[in-house]
């Protein structure tokens, strides 16, 4: 149609909004197209699906049917930023897709992105091929399940043999590992000897160790490890190291022993941001400085980027470690159900107590002829013999007797005063 303007007058032609295209003129029934689950069904919603496909390695997520590359907003440094997009541009070819630069990809080198990649390619090639052979409803890729994941984002050029303990599970890494990983295949090796192999190479000794809050040092000194929401905190102590001339030099070589166990506990525990070191006061300059050179020497080995203050005159290394995921101790443990997760309850005597009060302030708000206390087992053994007389008098002085009842699901600081 014609558009009139007044003479002398300009006119601003703006662009009519489209209108969105519907399902049914994108989509036809019984037409095959390739989808990604991006959220599973919950409750009455059915699965989220795109056709926007993309496969994810450790470092990166790549996207063949798109362009360009994202960088994780939790790398925040601008200039790690840049360095990894560098590094990423250096290795593609143009028109190679869109990817997306993972938090994990903080602080890793040229060469590692450079295995992602191919390990992405070679992945997304055997989709193609598959591609042709499936039938519609069947599924082409499934995520990594846990054992293929540990092949993917831990196998190093370092590693010189991977042992798998189950049969089933090593045939299919070795499939895994032949298609996308050749050069981790021929280290994968059937273990059928009659040690578990968390037994055989302590693994389970370990992972108790870095779950207790005290860690023993060769030398008879200990870290003592405390994690709150706001930091954690280690203690160094020299315990029975007094092995040497003066009492200098004993602090400065449990200092040193201890640099390099808190180095390996941080990695093994996976603790992460605010983190104070309090190593034993050093009078020396040198020491001080030697401690630091070797806790910044055993922390070249984590990955995980950190860093570290100097030392002061009172032994305090303030340092940061990024957190990558939860620590070990909250992903293997829960609160105490005792304590509530305090790590301390009270004493006995103190519950005692707390029973003999709300005795007493029961007894003058509600009319009964006894009371009953349920409480636990060292609790009421207590109750009928150390403060045996503080009960009697307390009867006396209410005026109404008090029985005792032992309730086995109670913990220490858990009764009730029943009127009975």
Not at 356 to 385: G, H, M, P, T
Request: glycine letters at 6%; aromatic letters at 6%; one cysteine or more.
């Amino acid at each position: 149609s014609d558009i009139s303007i007044p003479k002398g007058q300009t006119g601003d032609l703006k662009e009519a909004p489209l209108t969105e295209p519907t399902i049914s003129s994108l989509l036809r029934e019984g037409q095959e197209i390739l989808v990604q689950v991006i959220k599973d069904p919950m409750g009455s919603k059915g699965a989220r699906l795109t056709t926007q496909l993309s496969v994810s390695s450790r470092y990166l997520v790549y996207m063949p049917e798109t362009e360009g590359i994202g960088v994780s907003l939790k790398i925040e440094t601008e200039e790690e930023r840049e360095r990894l997009k560098s590094s990423l541009i250096s290795l593609l070819e143009p028109g190679s897709g869109g990817y997306i630069l993972r938090t994990a990809a903080e602080g890793v080198s040229e060469a590692e992105l450079e295995a992602d990649l191919q390990f992405l390619y070679r992945l997304w090639a055997k989709l193609q091929e598959r591609k042709q052979g499936v039938k519609c409803g069947e599924p082409l890729h499934e995520d990594l399940t846990l054992a293929m994941r540990a092949l993917r984002d831990l196998f190093s050029s370092e590693v010189d043999r991977i042992r798998i303990d189950a049969e089933d599970t090593f045939h299919k890494a070795v499939h895994f590992a032949e298609g996308f990983m050749p050069e981790c295949a021929a280290r994968l090796e059937l273990y059928k000897g009659d040690l578990p192999l968390f037994d055989l190479f302590s693994v389970e000794d370990e992972i108790q160790k870095a779950l207790q809050r005290k860690v023993p040092l060769k030398s008879g000194g200990y870290l003592i490890f405390d994690q709150t929401e706001a930091m954690t905190t280690v203690d160094v102590n020299t315990g029975g190291f007094v092995g040497h001339k003066n009492l200098e030099e004993t602090i400065f070589k449990t200092n040193l022993e201890a640099a390099h166990a808190i180095a390996r506990q941080l990695r093994v525990r996976n603790l992460g941001g605010i983190i104070i070191l309090d190593f034993i006061d050093m009078d020396e300059l040198s020491h001080r400085e030697q401690v630091l050179r070797a806790l910044e020497k055993a922390m070249q080995l984590d990955r995980a980027r950190h860093n570290i203050s100097a030392v002061s005159e009172m032994g305090l290394v303030e340092m940061t470690r990024k957190r990558t995921r939860e620590s070990l101790g909250h992903i293997l443990c829960e609160p105490c159900p005792c304590c509530e997760g305090k790590g301390y309850t009270k004493n006995v005597e103190t519950v005692c107590y707390e029973i003999f009060r709300e005795i007493i302030r029961a007894s003058k708000q509600y009319e009964s002829k006894q009371f009953l206390i349920l409480a636990s087992q060292d609790v009421i053994d207590r109750l009928n013999d150390e403060d045996s007389t503080k009960v009697a008098d307390l009867e006396q002085m209410i005026g109404k007797p008090i029985l005792f009842q032992f309730e086995q699901q109670y913990g220490r600081e858990q009764f009730n005063v029943v009127l009975l």
